[in-house]
């Protein structure tokens, strides 16, 4: 048996170091631990290195936590997991006693843990997980698929509470790693009017590459004189992916009437000043999201339209992370997949 394995450790201060740590032990009878074979860089890990920080983690814990893995041991009360079966992870283990979880409003409980963030998560070469948090997943699928279930699972409870149709205009604020995967669930959901806001050459080539009709360089262009010039109204559908800047003043502008607006980005530090009475006037619908719908999302990544390959710029191993993380915040990466078991 292991005794220790690699793995990227959370310092604090913006300190990510890849070393040695005790291998997971089995604490309670419904654990299990996973080989983890690939795991994805997330928006979010570039926010918790950040000095300060955007986002609080855990110091002292491991880090990432969009992973997948093979089951490699059990404990004696798991009935639902067999040895050898790879799995999708959910990173958020609701505390189950809070008002939310009481209240079937689990996805925003206000006490829950988090694999990667406040609990040890999956850029390392084991991992160890709960039984309730784990999906079953089609073995057919690439494992650099299943690691990004977890996004998946984001964007696909939030395309639920959209619900585009194929006729509808759909205005789409960001194209990086997230931006670039709602583009692909959009098309699989037959969206045939799609702008998308970019920021640089190169976001929009990937943006065009994974599918969008029109993508708008927002350092060169207004997406309100494009939408002008290329579609017959406004949107019925816009979706912030950034939550950043003046989106939600623009987006409110650019709706149609009883259109929709998502907001799915989040900075809590942004502001918008927007008057109550063009929602009222115009029967805008402003909806927040935030859960997760795993369910959706295993099926989804089973669907070979999909193509999230298309959104994959880098595979790395482990100890490459750091480079990982350095393209992603200079925009040379998109999707960028860990291999802790090396390539």
Not at 7 to 26: C, M, N, Q, R, S
Not at 86 to 101: F, H, L, S, T
Not at 111 to 138: C, M
């Amino acid at each position: 048996m292991k005794k220790t394995m690699r793995a990227a450790v959370f310092e604090g201060e913006g300190v990510l170091t890849v070393k040695d740590v005790p291998y997971p032990v089995i604490k309670n009878p419904h654990q299990l631990v996973i080989k983890v074979e690939a795991a994805s860089i997330c928006g979010s890990d570039l926010h918790g290195l950040a000095v300060p920080p955007g986002q609080y983690m855990k110091p002292g814990i491991i880090y990432g936590h969009e992973f997948c893995g093979t089951i490699v041991e059990m404990g004696e009360k798991v009935k639902e997991f067999v040895l050898g079966e790879m799995v999708a992870v959910n990173p958020r283990v609701r505390c189950g006693k809070c008002y939310e979880c009481t209240h079937n409003k689990g996805d925003l409980c206000s006490n829950s843990s988090h694999y990667g963030q406040l609990a040890d998560g999956g850029f390392a070469e084991y991992a160890l997980v709960d039984e309730g948090q784990l999906y079953h997943v089609d073995a057919s699928v690439p494992a650099e698929i299943v690691a990004q279930t977890e996004p998946i699972a984001c964007i696909m409870n939030a395309v639920k509470e959209a619900r585009p149709t194929p006729v509808d205009y759909v205005l789409l604020y960001g194209a990086g790693p997230i931006g670039l995967s709602f583009i692909r669930v959009l098309k699989v959901y037959g969206i045939r009017n799609l702008i998308v806001s970019a920021k640089g050459e190169k976001r929009v080539r990937e943006a065009y590459a994974c599918g969008a009709d029109i993508v708008v360089d927002m350092e060169k262009e207004s997406v309100e004189e494009v939408m002008k010039q290329c579609w017959p109204y406004k949107a019925d559908l816009i979706i912030d992916a950034v939550g950043r800047g003046k989106i939600l003043e623009e987006a409110v502008n650019l709706v149609n009437p009883q259109g929709r607006i998502l907001l799915f980005g989040l900075d809590q530090n942004a502001k918008a000043t927007i008057p109550p009475s063009v929602f009222t006037l115009d029967e805008i619908s402003l909806k927040g999201v935030l859960g997760k719908d795993f369910p959706a999302a295993v099926e989804m990544i089973r669907n070979p339209d999909l193509q999230l390959e298309k959104i994959i710029t880098h595979r790395i191993s482990l100890e490459e992370i750091h480079l990982g993380m350095d393209l992603m915040k200079k925009k040379e990466a998109c999707r960028v997949i860990v291999f802790p078991q090396g390539l």
